[in-house]
C-alpha cells in the first residue's frame, strides 16, 4: 500500500521476477474495464465485486504469497475483508512527496485511475494519504520506495518469518 507513485507497482513486479511472490497488475485492466475519474467512481460497486473475484482466483490459485496493489482509498471495504478472510498483511511502501509527484507527472495520461497532472493537486492528495489514510491502517511493514533491493529483502524476510 502506498500513495499513487510511491513504487507499488515496480516492487511487486520485481518481486514477482524474483519469484518472491505472484503479481498481477490490475490497474491497467481497471482502467480499460471501469475507466478513470468519475466514470470510474459511478461504477465503485462493480469495481469492488470485480477485484474481490480477482483477489479470491489469485490467492487460492498461487503457490506464492500474491501481492495486491492499493492506495487504501476507496477500496478499504475490500482490504477489511481480506484481513478477515485471508492471511495478509499490509505493507507500506514510502516515498518522499517530490518523488511520487515527479512519477506521476511522468506517466502518461490514462494509466491511473485519478487523472490529475497539476502538482498542486497531487501534492494535496499526498498530503491528505499521508494525515488521513495511511494513520487508519496498522502496516505489518513498512519499506523504502526508492531502494528496492532493501524492500526486495525485507520483504522476502518478512514473508519468510511470517511461513
Known amino acids: 500500500m502506498g500513495f499513487p ?5 515496480f516492487l511487486a513486479n520485481h518481486l ?18 471501469f475507466g478513470t475519474g468519475q466514470e470510474f467512481q459511478s461504477q465503485i460497486n462493480e ?4 477485484l474481490w473475484r480477482s483477489y479470491s482466483e489469485q490467492l487460492c490459485s498461487s ?3 500474491v501481492i495486491f496493489e492499493s492506495t487504501g482509498v476507496s477500496d478499504r471495504i475490500l482490504l477489511d475483508r481480506l484481513k478477515r478472510t485471508y492471511q495478509t498483511a ?5 516515498t518522499d512527496r517530490s518523488i511520487c509527484i515527479s512519477r506521476l507527472l511522468r506517466r502518461a495520461r490514462g494509466y491511473n485511475i485519478s487523472n490529475s497532472d497539476d502538482p498542486e493537486v497531487i501534492g494535496g492528495f499526498y498530503d491528505f494519504w499521508y494525515e488521513q489514510v495511511a494513520p487508519t491502517y496498522g502496516f505489518d511493514l513498512s519499506v523504502d520506495g526508492v531502494d528496492v533491493q532493501a524492500a526486495t529483502r525485507e520483504i522476502r524476510d518478512f514473508i519468510a518469518q511470517a511461513l
Request: charged share 15%.
Open 5 to 9: 507513485g510511491s513504487g507499488k507497482s
Open 16 to 33: 514477482a521476477a524474483d519469484g518472491i511472490a505472484s503479481y498481477l497488475e490490475i490497474e491497467p485492466i481497471l482502467v480499460a474495464r
Open 47 to 50: 469495481v469492488g465485486a470485480f
Open 63 to 65: 503457490q506464492l504469497p
Open 90 to 94: 499490509i505493507v507500506h511502501v514510502r
